[in-house]
């Protein structure tokens, strides 16, 4: 059974900062691509940044050079960093993990989502 476990949300002033992290079990980590969503209210959920089974990193433009994704293989946990927190980053925030790359960057393609941690950032 997998299972994606997020923490580290929480309410923060603007230009503050917040580490989520993601816990997987179940699944093989090392070799899945692991990935960032949020879904603000009355909005679509969109891809914040996404890491490969090798590293490489994406990014949405909105949090580029504010957030970093990071994973750590033998914690099985996957990271982000965000800082420079702005309201408009209010949002919950998912953990998704995929087989693939390509598959985690799409939302529709995702195969495992965690249940989300809210983060509200006020101004």
Not at 21 to 31: N, T
Not at 50 to 70: E, H, P, Q, W
Not at 112 to 118: A, D, F, R, S, V
């Amino acid at each position: 059974q997998v299972q994606l476990v997020e923490s580290g949300g929480g309410l923060v002033q603007a230009g503050g900062s917040l580490r989520l992290s993601c816990a997987a079990s179940g699944i093989i980590f090392s070799s899945n691509a692991m990935a960032w969503y949020r879904q603000a209210p009355g909005k679509q959920r969109e891809l914040v940044a996404a890491i490969s089974s090798g590293g490489t990193t994406d990014y949405a433009d909105s949090v580029k050079g504010r957030f970093t994704i990071s994973r750590d293989n033998v914690k099985n946990t996957v990271y982000l960093q965000m800082n420079s927190l702005k309201p408009e980053d209010t949002a919950v925030y998912y953990c998704a993990a995929g087989p693939l790359h390509r598959t985690v960057v799409t939302s529709a393609r995702v195969k495992y989502w965690g249940q989300g941690t809210q983060v509200t950032v006020s101004s």
